[in-house]
């Protein structure tokens, strides 16, 4: 069988999988799990060596990528589709995270 963390983990990428496009909070994620945010940060970090924010951002840059290099819409677009409150605001994010902006990365 699996640890407790274990457990915890898997239903933690499950989830995350399933509602990174919307969700990017941690607190968001604990509560479906009914566990408390710290308790979730533990688990995951014990398991895989990586922070559940780690993990979200992951998931949502991989995906960013993937749309700017695979698809033709727009980064304002992409943004909405991935519920950035804004372009830019997606775009500092991608930045920070890739070291580039989307503009730039759909170019290469």
Do not use: C
């Not at 940060?41 to 700017?68: A, C, H, Q």
């Not at 943004?79 to 930045?95: D, G, L, P, T, V």
Request: no cysteine.
């Amino acid at each position: 069988g699996h640890t407790r963390a274990e457990t915890i983990f898997f239903k933690f990428i499950k989830l995350l999988a399933e509602n990174y496009r919307d969700e990017r909070q941690v607190s968001w994620y604990s509560r479906q799990m009914s566990i408390s945010p710290k308790y979730l940060f533990e688990m995951v970090k014990e398991v895989s060596g990586r922070t559940p924010n780690e993990w979200i951002d992951t998931y949502v840059v991989k995906e960013i990528r993937l749309m700017l290099k695979n698809s033709n819409l727009s980064v304002k677009e992409i943004a909405n589709e991935m519920h950035f409150n804004n372009q830019s605001f997606m775009a500092k994010y991608f930045k920070f995270h890739v070291g580039m902006t989307p503009t730039e990365y759909r170019k290469r």
